[in-house]
């Protein structure tokens, strides 16, 4: 693995900077907050509430911002995403080391339904879901999953040491 | 682990880190990781730091530990006097 001989991009644009107790709340924030609209959407149409409904719509704008805190100007975004032409061998390393347990989760995540479909296939007493706005609940909840994850791993591991400034 | 001597030839120089890791083409934060130990370095990554202090890698990189400054000047004197 080679260093790239020009500067790293990460360093060239100013970048935010977050404590790891703000990044770990965060993260938890995103995907709590996915979670969140997930169940209350769901209650919303099975009580045919209005309020749910709009609870549900806040705990996806809350999803959204903690998204847009976590990874926008902060060097997780382009770290779990940059060319790799633009990382230097320690970030790559550390890159591919939480691309593979994103990809470990996100398999498991996703195996997770498949079994729970299976399972209730057989038991009509269990939920399944059976309309366009169910389903398409489940998929945005794995799009989101594959597209952050990375980022989100490298945003709730990453301990820069606070004597490492550029001095 | 592999041991080295980058603070000590940074601070004896008067390199900040980032004018260490422009030179070598990494992050800056990449030398403090190198410089606790918490990350070993390739060979091409190693060969390119040898190479900007122009010394031997073995001087800087190190699987053993490397004996302390003022020991290290101890024995020269030592060595001098006999």
Known sequence: ??????????????MRRLSLFERRALVVAMYGGYAAYMLLRGLAVSFDSGALGL???AALVGCAAAAWALLYQTPYWNW????????DERELAVRNRSYRVAYSAYAAITLL?????????????LWLPRTYDEVSRIVWAMILTSG?????????DDRPLEEDREV | MIHNRISLLRAER??????????????????????????????DL?????????????????????????????????????
């Open chain 1, 1 to 14: 693995m080679s260093a790239n001989p020009k500067s790293p991009a990460p360093a060239a644009t100013p």
């Open chain 1, 55 to 57: 609870a549900g719509i």
């Open chain 1, 80 to 87: 779990g995403n940059a060319p790799d032409g633009s990382l």
């Open chain 1, 113 to 125: 339904p498949v079994v729970y479909v299976s399972i209730a296939i057989d038991h009509p007493r």
């Open chain 1, 148 to 156: 952050t994850l990375p980022s989100a791993l490298l945003a709730w």
């Open chain 2, 14 to 43: 008067g390199l900040s880190r980032k004018e260490l890791a422009d030179a070598v083409g990494v992050n800056f934060q990449t030398i403090g990781y190198l410089e606790r130990g918490d990350y070993n370095p390739s060979l």
């Open chain 2, 46 to 82: 190693a060969f390119k730091i040898s190479r900007y202090f122009n010394l031997p890698v073995e001087v800087i990189f190190s699987p053993e530990p490397f004996p302390s400054l003022s020991s290290q000047l101890r024995k020269i004197q030592e060595g001098e006097q006999k």
